[in-house]
């Protein structure tokens, strides 16, 4: 599932593990094989900034998000996906991150985090930022939670 894009074209997900974010990528996926396209699943990484002392030693958060990525992907798309996958990830702030990779892509595809009636209607700030500063289309995929 590794390795460099080729030129084909691209679809772009965002992969945080969450479960709107494994609703982005089945649905990036399914469009991918629809469209012919080649899938860059991409997750970020950030060291804590409120950190009171030394970080733990073995502490390895690039390699942690690489194994959130990877499981995500296989639980999602299975061992075998039906479209070429391409893994990313970077230090940083999602939002931008996403944008970066986005440019020369044919879609972008992120979850939102819908929390309720009122905040329901709001975009998460990856998702929004993603809407109002992508060079690509963008769709978010929305999680509906099951109440029951």
Same mark, same amino acid.
């Given at each position: 599932?590794?390795?460099? =894009?080729?030129?084909?074209? !691209?679809?772009?997900? /965002?992969? @945080? ?8 990528? !089945?649905? %990036?996926?399914?469009? =991918?094989?629809l469209s012919g396209a080649e899938l860059d699943a991409v ?14 030693? /073995?502490? @390895?958060?690039?390699?942690? %998000?690489?194994? #959130? ?15 070429? *996958?391409?893994? !990313? ?5 999602? %939002? &931008?991150?996403?944008? @970066? ?5 044919? $879609? $972008? *595809? ?11 209607? $709001? $975009? ?12 690509? &289309?963008?769709? #978010?995929? !929305? ?6």
């Open positions: 599932m590794n390795g460099e =894009a080729g030129s084909r074209p !691209r679809i772009v997900v /965002g992969v @945080d593990g969450s479960q709107s974010s494994r609703e982005a990528l !089945r649905w %990036a996926a399914g469009q =991918a094989k997750t970020t990484w950030k060291l804590p900034t409120n950190w009171a002392g030394p970080y733990p030693e /073995g502490l @390895d958060p690039e390699a942690d %998000a690489s194994k #959130v990525l990877e499981e995500t992907l296989r639980a999602v798309l299975g061992e075998h996906p039906d479209v070429e *996958v391409h893994t !990313r990830v970077f230090e940083g702030h999602p %939002a &931008p991150s996403l944008i @970066d990779v986005a440019r020369g892509a044919q $879609l $972008l *595809v992120v979850g939102s985090h819908g929390h309720g009636a009122f905040t329901g209607m $709001l $975009l998460g700030s990856v998702s929004e930022h993603c809407v109002s500063h992508s060079p690509c &289309p963008v769709v #978010v995929v !929305r999680y509906a939670h099951d109440p029951s």
